[in-house]
């Protein structure tokens, strides 16, 4: 039985552009070589907002992920617009539990309108794109990458997403195919 989980399942939260969403999942095939599903997309879980915060608790989203994956082999990933955060930490881009196999990742702070620059929705999906690999390479027992070339380098903001590279370094892809098999 491999290790691994045999497809990939993005759930779409609230209003997502869906073409982004399409063009992410031929992507996460290709790379992780699975078959990849989109869900009809759910709202986000009212249950998950902080109304001191104005944001959405990613862990209570991640429960409600879990609640969606048909077996335990799927690995669900979440897309959403809106702002979310861990007790800890002012925002985060994206969470992962590898342990449930879900993850989720937020386009709230991928824009640059958020940091009073003009609108370039250019940068949006690589920065999406870049994110949504991080928390899959967490999902597959990969370790945060100190490379900063790496996709999977632990980026602390825009600026190290936009720099880093597209694909899993040496070191990276080594530990994906010795851990999965893929």
């Known amino acids: 039985m491999s ?22 999942a031929g992507s996460l095939g290709n790379i992780f070589n699975r078959g990849v599903d ?6 986000m879980p009212p249950e998950a907002y902080s109304e001191t915060r104005s944001q959405y608790y990613a862990r209570v989203i991640l429960t409600k992920l879990e609640r969606v994956k048909a077996n335990s082999r799927e690995t669900v ?4 617009e809106e702002d979310l955060y861990l007790p800890k930490e002012h925002f985060v881009l994206g969470y992962a539990d590898d342990l449930a196999g879900t993850a989720v990742v937020s ?19 690589p920065r999406l794109y870049k994110e949504v690999i991080r928390q899959m390479a967490t999902l597959y ?21 936009d720099n880093k590279g597209t694909r899993l370094c040496d070191i990276c892809l080594r530990q994906l195919q010795q851990v999965h098999a893929v």
């Open 77 to 80: 990933i979440g897309v959403c």
């Open 38 to 43: 989109i869900l009809k997309g759910m709202r």
């Open 107 to 125: 386009l709230f702070h991928f824009r640059s309108e958020f940091y009073g620059l003009p609108e370039d929705d250019s940068k949006v999906y």
């Open 3 to 24: 290790l691994i989980k045999a497809k990939i399942v993005i759930v779409p939260l609230g209003e997502v552009d869906m073409a982004m969403v399409n063009r992410l």
């Open 141 to 161: 027992a990969v370790k945060p990458c100190q490379n900063p070339s790496c996709i999977n380098y632990d980026s602390d903001d825009m600026i190290d997403i």
